[in-house]
C-alpha cells in the first residue's frame, strides 16, 4: 500500500536524517529500488517526473504498477509514489492516477500566484491524504525540460508557501540537476540556516542530490533537510553498467541479448546506489 510522505518526513526531520526519493523510469528501476529498501529497512520515495510517466504510457499505468510491485514483493517499508517537478494540471492528473504525494513546481510563476495555486492544492491534498511538496527559488539545471538557474530561495518566500500548510518545502540553495559544474560554488547554507528558522519543523527538500560531498549533504541535513532527490547518479551507474556488459560481448550466441540479462547488471548498479545513498542519509533501519 503506498503512504503519503508526511509522517516518514516529519520522523525524518525529528531524527536528523534524511529519506532518499529515488526517480524511476521503467519496471527495472522500479524493481531495483523497492527491493533495496526493502533490504536497508529503509521508508523511501519513488519520484516519476512527467517525462518518465509518459515513457511508462501514463500517470495511471505507473501508478498501477508500483502498487502491485509493492504487494507482489512483499515490501513492509513506507513507500511513497510522488509526482517529481509537477506543474499545476500534472498534479491534478497524479492525484486522480492514485499517487500519494505530488510536487507543485510553481518557481516559475510570482510568489502571488505560486502562492494562489499552492492553497489550492493543499486543500485537495488534504481532503485525499496525499503528501505535497511545494518549491520556492529554481532548482539549477534542466531535468525533462524543466529549466532552473539555480538561484537562492526567498526565506520569507518559502515562509508564505511553509504558512499555506504544505507538507515539504523545496528551497533552492544552490543546487542544480544533472552534473555539478567543477566552478560550483557549493550549497548555500546561510540561505538554508534562514529558510529553517523561518518554517520551523517543516521538512526541507534537496533536490540534484547527485554530485554533493557528503560533509555538504550532512550539513543539510543538520539544517532541517529530511528528503533528498537522486536521479543522475542512478542514470549514470545504470547506463556505465549496461555498456560494459555489452562491449563484453556476453549472451550472444548468435540470437541477440536476452533482454532480461542485459538490464541485469544495470539494475544491480542502481541498487548499489540506493545502498550507499541511504547509509549516507541516515534513513537505514528507520521504516
Known amino acids: 500500500m503506498l503512504v503519503s510522505a508526511k509522517e516518514m518526513l516529519n520522523k525524518a526531520k525529528a531524527g536528523k536524517y534524511a529519506v532518499g526519493q529515488f526517480n524511476i523510469n521503467n519496471l527495472e528501476w522500479t524493481k531495483a529500488v523497492l527491493q533495496t529498501a526493502e533490504e536497508m529497512k529503509s521508508p523511501v520515495i519513488l519520484g516519476v517526473s512527467a517525462g518518465a510517466g509518459k515513457y511508462m504510457t501514463g500517470f495511471k499505468t505507473v501508478a498501477a504498477m508500483v502498487s502491485a510491485m509493492v504487494e507482489d514483493l512483499g515490501i513492509t517499508v513506507p513507500v511513497a509514489l510522488h509526482l517529481d517537478h509537477g506543474k499545476y494540471e500534472e498534479c491534478y492528473q497524479c492525484i486522480n492516477a492514485g499517487f500519494s504525494s505530488i510536487m507543485f513546481d510553481g518557481s516559475k510563476y510570482s510568489i ?22 511545494a518549491e520556492v527559488g529554481a532548482i539549477g539545471g534542466e531535468e525533462d525540460g524543466i529549466v532552473g538557474a539555480g538561484e537562492c530561495a526567498d526565506p520569507e518566500e518559502c515562509k508564505q508557501i511553509a504558512d499555506l500548510g504544505v507538507t515539504m518545502l523545496a528551497a533552492g540553495i544552490g543546487n542544480i540537476h544533472g552534473k555539478y559544474p567543477s ?44 528528503k533528498i532527490n537522486v536521479n543522475t547518479e542512478c542514470q549514470l551507474t545504470f547506463t556505465a553498467a549496461t555498456r560494459k556488459y555489452i562491449e563484453e560481448g556476453k549472451d550472444l550466441e548468435g540470437k541477440g541479448f536476452d533482454p532480461r540479462k542485459l538490464l541485469a547488471p544495470g539494475t544491480e548498479a542502481i541498487r548499489q546506489t540506493v545502498r550507499e545513498k541511504m547509509q549516507l542519509f541516515g534513513s537505514v533501519n528507520k521504516a
Request: with cysteine; hydrophobic share 40%.
Open 112 to 133: 502571488e500566484e505560486n502562492v494562489a495555486k499552492t492553497k489550492e492544492l493543499v486543500k485537495i491534498c488534504e481532503e485525499k491524504g496525499l503528501s505535497l511538496e
Open 183 to 226: 566552478n560550483w560554488k557549493g550549497l548555500s547554507f546561510e540561505t538554508l540556516d534562514a529558510v529553517q528558522k523561518l518554517t520551523g519543523d517543516m521538512p526541507l527538500v534537496l533536490h540534484g542530490g547527485t554530485g554533493i560531498p557528503e560533509d555538504m549533504i550532512k550539513k543539510a541535513i543538520s539544517l532541517g533537510v529530511a
